[in-house]
């Protein structure tokens, strides 16, 4: 399941561990359609942020990886600063949790929880079928 959950990573960029999956469903049932997205800032803003879908304003600067299915009705989309996806354009980007407080406007800030990006190197194989 490409954008999926890790085991179904190697054909996208992003995935989602299942712990993130399941606090995606619960966020996702109180607050309707979600998204991500990861800026090059400090302090929170270099953490994936997640925002109601369409709450978080996307331009021209951001770079959008690919789409999880955390089971949810609908995909989460998942965006990047392209300022940011200069430095990791060669990684693959899981989206965890983690315990301790998330950033102060990103949904999960509430839960006990926070996200955070786990990445590796793309393999080569990898690399040359991606956008």
Known sequence: ??????????RSRVAV?????????????E???LMFHQSGGCC?????????AGEFRIGTADVHLGDLDPGTPEPVSVWMSRSQYEYWSHTH???DVVPGRGGGFSLEAPTGQRFII????????????LP
């Open 1 to 10: 399941m490409p954008g999926g959950t890790e085991e179904g990573a190697a």
């Open 17 to 29: 561990s299942s712990e993130a999956a399941a606090l995606l469903r619960t966020l996702r049932a």
């Open 31 to 33: 607050h309707g359609p």
């Open 44 to 52: 929170d803003g270099s953490s994936p942020m997640c925002y109601p």
């Open 93 to 95: 980007l899981t989206i």
């Open 118 to 129: 786990r990445s590796r190197l793309l393999t080569d194989t990898e690399a040359a079928t």
